[in-house]
Every structure is written in C-alpha cells, then in structure tokens.
C-alpha cells in the first residue's frame, strides 16, 4: 500500500541540496494522492515568498522493497 508524506523545508540555496535547521520536515503519512496534495498546497502558499524554501510530494510504497543503490 503506498503513502504519501509532504517533504521539504527552508534551504540553504536555490539548489535545494542541503536543508537548513535541523534537516526536512517529514509531514504524514496521507492514505492518497489528494490528500497530500491539499497539505503541500497549504505548506507551499504559507510560503510562497521565500525563495529558498520548497515542499514536494514523496510516494513511498510499503509493499515494494527500496531500490538497490549500490
């Protein structure tokens, strides 16, 4: 079953590489798409004006195991 967390925060340049403060806020899990999307949406608009600042929706599928990256 896959569930959607908002991802982001204030960084320390428009790269949106290193996070600032203690690292990524993590907010959910949402059971859908939409649901995580309206949070996003108000995490976004709340900062809108601050150029180093980004929220994004991650995906994370409980049931498939994580990619290998070796």
């Known amino acids: 079953m ?13 790269s949106f590489c290193d996070a600032v403060g203690g690292g990524e806020e993590w907010i959910g899990p949402f059971n859908d798409y939409e649901s995580a ?5 108000r995490k976004a608009w709340l900062t809108v004006d601050e150029c180093t ?14 990619p290998c990256t070796d």
């Open 2 to 14: 896959a569930q959607f967390f908002v991802v982001g925060g204030e960084y320390a340049d428009t």
């Open 37 to 41: 999307k309206k949070e996003w949406s």
């Open 53 to 66: 600042t980004r929220f994004r929706i991650e995906r994370i599928d409980t049931d498939t195991p994580p």
